[in-house]
């Protein structure tokens, strides 16, 4: 059977695209289905961590990222003044001489990956659509909204949690459920004292966290525990941090509480959360990313593991092999990786639902074997 030449891939977000960079870079096919439009790509900050970095070096972009964000080494808590607690420092797991982990603005990652997936000659169809399927004992052709029909030798659902490939490939049985907590994100400036990922923590267990983005920016959130709400209107979710973050002195907490509804990003979103197990293909189609794996963000590692699928989907198909052995193993390797950071993502977030010091106490220690998973090879 025939190595495989040419991939299309439905979805071009974090995953889609770093995917079309690594098939790029050894002269595979490209072409990206993406629902959205370029400008309507917003979105707060994002912050990746040394696998994430380590994954990106492997398609040369890791120093390109850190440049563009903001990178950083180490995890503080402040009281609800803003009083240093206690500091504890990430791990380097990239290389000794760059940090632990950036924060960058998701369109700027998106940007980034963009410029060089199409400066390397993948094609995006944007504002575009998979409206059918078939597959051939050849390859796959799917029929676009915008008429064209195009064919490659395998396809690769990168349509993220909601995957629409997914349902097309296995059915609704296996959706994203609401894990019981949601995050209001606020995109801020970032205080100069701003070196590392922050938690703001008052004596009751009420918890604001912080990432640096870039030089300028930053980003606040506040884990939401609770029935899944309905859609919350802008001046909901407003009226919502000013309540959260009233309790805390910390003068740039003050800040964001003054300017909540003209915030120039505040939103809130629901986590929710599947880890589908094997098989993550059928026939010539293969998911990667939140698709497959959706997990609540404590660890900070969705976006991470969809950039690592990425590149060792690259790997694999790099090796030459027919695409059942190739989608089986890329399956074989990623699975086993994923299951247990998000299975300790999600264990920090059942236990931050019962918000005390103690619970603060247990997170952290979660948060350190997170971190140790994710510093393995991959
Ligand atoms: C509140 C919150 C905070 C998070 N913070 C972090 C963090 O700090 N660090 C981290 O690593 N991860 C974080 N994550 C997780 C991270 O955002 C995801 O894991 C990551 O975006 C997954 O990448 P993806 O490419 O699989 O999917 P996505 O980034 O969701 O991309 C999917 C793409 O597919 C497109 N698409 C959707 N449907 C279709 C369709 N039918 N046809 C064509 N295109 C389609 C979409 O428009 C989109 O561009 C967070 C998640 C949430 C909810």
Same mark, same amino acid.
């Given at each position: 059977m025939a190595a495989i030449r040419s991939v299309t891939i439905v979805g071009g977000g974090i995953g889609g695209l770093t995917l079309a960079v690594a098939l790029r870079q050894i002269g595979v096919e490209v072409r990206i289905i993406e629902k959205g439009d370029r400008a309507s790509r917003l979105?707060?900050?994002?912050?990746?961590?040394?696998?994430?970095?380590?994954?990106?070096?492997? @398609?040369?972009?890791?120093?390109?990222?850190?440049?563009?964000?903001?990178?950083?080494?180490?995890?503080?808590?402040?009281?609800?003044?803003?009083?240093?607690?206690?500091? @504890?420092?990430?791990?380097?797991?990239?290389?000794?001489?760059?940090?632990?982990?950036?924060?960058?603005?998701?369109p700027v990652l998106a940007q980034i990956l963009e410029n060089e997936a199409t400066s390397l000659g993948a094609a995006i169809d944007?504002?575009?659509?998979?409206?059918?399927?078939?597959?051939?004992?050849?390859?796959?052709?799917?029929?676009l909204s915008s008429g064209e029909k195009v064919c490659s030798d395998i396809v690769v659902g990168a349509d993220g949690a909601n995957s629409a490939m997914r349902e097309r490939l296995f059915g609704t049985a296996l959706k994203p459920e609401y894990c019981g907590q949601g995050g209001l994100r606020y995109t801020a400036l970032r205080p100069a004292e701003m070196n590392g990922v922050t938690f703001y923590r008052d004596t009751v267990g009420n918890a604001v966290g912080a990432i640096p983005l870039s030089d300028e920016?930053?980003?606040?959130? @506040?884990?939401?525990?609770?029935?899944?709400?309905?859609?919350?209107? #802008?001046?909901?979710?407003?009226?919502?941090? #000013?309540?959260?973050?009233?309790?805390?002195?910390?003068?740039e907490?003050?800040?964001?509480?003054?300017?909540?509804?003209?915030?120039?990003?505040?939103?809130?979103?629901?986590?929710?959360?599947?880890?589908?197990?094997?098989?993550?293909?059928?026939?010539?189609?293969v998911l990667i990313g939140d698709a497959v794996h959706s997990m609540s963000p404590q660890l900070t590692s969705g976006g991470?593991?969809?950039?690592?699928?990425a590149v060792v989907l690259a790997e694999e198909i790099s090796a030459g092999r027919d695409f059942t052995a190739t989608l089986?193993?890329?399956?074989?390797?990623?699975?086993?990786?994923?299951?247990p950071?998000?299975?300790?993502?999600?264990? @920090?977030?059942?236990?931050? #639902?019962?918000?005390?010091?103690?619970?603060?106490?247990?997170?952290?220690?979660?948060?350190?074997?997170?971190?140790?998973?994710?510093?393995?090879?991959?």
């Amino acid at each position: 059977m025939a190595a495989i030449r040419s991939v299309t891939i439905v979805g071009g977000g974090i995953g889609g695209l770093t995917l079309a960079v690594a098939l790029r870079q050894i002269g595979v096919e490209v072409r990206i289905i993406e629902k959205g439009d370029r400008a309507s790509r917003l979105g707060t900050g994002i912050s990746l961590l040394g696998n994430a970095l380590r994954a990106l070096d492997r @398609i040369g972009l890791a120093d390109t990222c850190i440049a563009r964000g903001y990178g950083y080494d180490c995890l503080k808590t402040r009281d609800a003044a803003g009083e240093l607690l206690d500091e @504890i420092a990430l791990p380097r797991t990239f290389r000794p001489d760059r940090p632990g982990a950036f924060g960058i603005m998701r369109p700027v990652l998106a940007q980034i990956l963009e410029n060089e997936a199409t400066s390397l000659g993948a094609a995006i169809d944007f504002e575009t659509t998979v409206e059918d399927l078939e597959e051939t004992a050849d390859g796959v052709t799917l029929a676009l909204s915008s008429g064209e029909k195009v064919c490659s030798d395998i396809v690769v659902g990168a349509d993220g949690a909601n995957s629409a490939m997914r349902e097309r490939l296995f059915g609704t049985a296996l959706k994203p459920e609401y894990c019981g907590q949601g995050g209001l994100r606020y995109t801020a400036l970032r205080p100069a004292e701003m070196n590392g990922v922050t938690f703001y923590r008052d004596t009751v267990g009420n918890a604001v966290g912080a990432i640096p983005l870039s030089d300028e920016k930053c980003y606040y959130f @506040i884990l939401e525990t609770g029935e899944r709400p309905g859609h919350l209107s #802008q001046t909901e979710v407003a009226d919502l941090w #000013q309540e959260r973050v009233a309790g805390f002195s910390a003068p740039e907490l003050v800040e964001t509480v003054r300017h909540a509804h003209q915030a120039e990003a505040l939103s809130y979103r629901p986590f929710d959360v599947l880890m589908m197990p094997r098989p993550w293909h059928k026939g010539r189609i293969v998911l990667i990313g939140d698709a497959v794996h959706s997990m609540s963000p404590q660890l900070t590692s969705g976006g991470g593991m969809a950039i690592e699928d990425a590149v060792v989907l690259a790997e694999e198909i790099s090796a030459g092999r027919d695409f059942t052995a190739t989608l089986a193993r890329f399956e074989n390797r990623r699975e086993p990786r994923v299951r247990p950071i998000l299975e300790t993502s999600l264990a @920090i977030c059942r236990n931050e #639902q019962n918000p005390s010091l103690a619970a603060h106490g247990k997170s952290m220690d979660l948060l350190q074997r997170g971190y140790a998973l994710l510093a393995d090879a991959f």
